[in-house]
């Protein structure tokens, strides 16, 4: 007789919708639901009407249509953040639970590990900033999350699961599809990275070597790839010219060890580029050096555990693939950041942290049970040590966003400046920092944008003012949170 089917505990269920409610409400406690749009959000804003003012706010090569989508609802007939950021905010909270609702089938012998995972990857200080911006990083490690379950439980339908059928096949197709087309259409590149080792287990796993695998992969790809594809071929020339000028206004892509990089971004700025020399501080990032820790030990406890209780293809345990796949593609889409680029930000991995956050919580679990074993002393060191780091990441999380009110509230000052200078509504600036957001707050055009017109004013922070045919102006922008902004203006 078959094996008893195993359900997935209600509670489990109910403790991922509560780590999802959490994650919803928690954020706009720490990040100003009236947080002005950054740069990255005002040029994704900018294809609504109701956010251009008028204005012509160019939507470069790396970009794509993935946010916008995100935002239509709200942005297509309102300019309003806090709206907006409400809106967002609750796409975040769905976008967990669809990116992690998969595993609770994938990991049903442990099902609490989902929650316990969701949590870990939702907790982190980037992760809540982001929550109600309009930005693709999260929505991309959702949807290559939800990829990486289904595609394991394609693999469980068509090798292990006797009571499995073609309903239950076109739901896991269906589910990769979705989440890898999600990933697709928020950050390509990320992708093709997640999509590489999928196809790879396709050909060396025979529970996957059947023909909905690979079809659904592919699916997924053209679904979220086509928009990319139909406007690089109208707006910039084709795919390979929109590649290069992706990848040069990146500042290119070569091989190159950019690790220290990444570990120095780990406690913020948002964008290390360039990064400062000192390091970050120990307390808040020991995360990251734990979490590597995490993932070794629960590969390592479902290996032994299978090989303990003889159950190879059994359905009462964590099975070796539940644990190693995420692993690979996590590793995968972190290769961009850690060996091709020279900057960092935070957002980059977080693809590779949602995926790691699962077998990183086999080992938690496992911890919290040897530690309930051990007496109320090993219990509350445990709980300590993850109420500190849940404390730590919070206060990152409200520490960055009060920067971040204070620096874009630079903007609206050096706006002020430029129209005290004479400088209205119109105009065009150029200048070497934050020349859009600028530009954007202050009505103007950036020059870049617009070659065929001499700038009516240039914005400076820690730079010399340009060679012009004529005397320029300086004016220094007062009470600015980042110190060194000037307006340099010609003599009238």
Known sequence: MPPPRLTVPRRAHLALLAVCVAFVLLPALLVPLSLPLGWDEIVYAGRFDSYTQGLDVPFEAPRTRGVPALMAPVAAWSDDVVLLRVWLSLLAGVALYVGYAPWLRVFRARPYVVPLAA???????????????????????????????????????????PDAGRATTLRASAGLAFGLGLTTLMRPNDAVWIAAPLILAVLVHRPWRRVAAPLAIVAGLLAGGVPWVVEAELRFGGVRERLDLATAQQGGLRLQFNLPTVI?????????????????GLPTTLWWYVLPLLVVAGVWLVVRGR???????????????????????????????????????PRFLLITYALLALPAAITVQSLWRAARSRGRIAVAALALALVGHLTAQLALAHVNAGNQVEARADWR????????????????????????????????????????????AWVLRHAEPPRTPGELRMIPVHGTYNKGWRIAVPQQ
């Open 307 to 345: 090989r303990v209780r003889g159950t190879p293809g059994g359905r009462d345990e964590v099975s070796v693939a539940a644990v190693v796949v995420p692993v690979v593609v996590g590793g995968a889409a972190s290769v961009t950041y850690l060996f091709l680029l020279d900057y960092s930000a």
């Open 119 to 161: 949590a870990g990857y939702a907790s982190l200080w980037f992760t809540v900033f982001y929550a109600g911006s309009a930005m693709p990083n999260h929505y991309a490690a959702m949807g290559a999350a939800a990829a990486v379950g289904w595609f394991l439980r394609l693999g469980e339908v068509n090798g292990a699961l």
């Open 413 to 456: 000052l050096i706006a002020a400046a430029l129209r005290g200078a004479g400088v209205g509504r119109g105009c065009v600036l150029d200048g070497n920092s934050m020349l859009i957001p600028v530009a954007y707050t202050a009505g103007c055009l950036p020059a870049k944008h617009h070659p065929g017109r001499p700038p009516d």
């Open 264 to 280: 120095r971004s780990v406690d913020g700025p948002l964008l290390c580029r360039p990064c400062a020399p000192s390091g970050p």
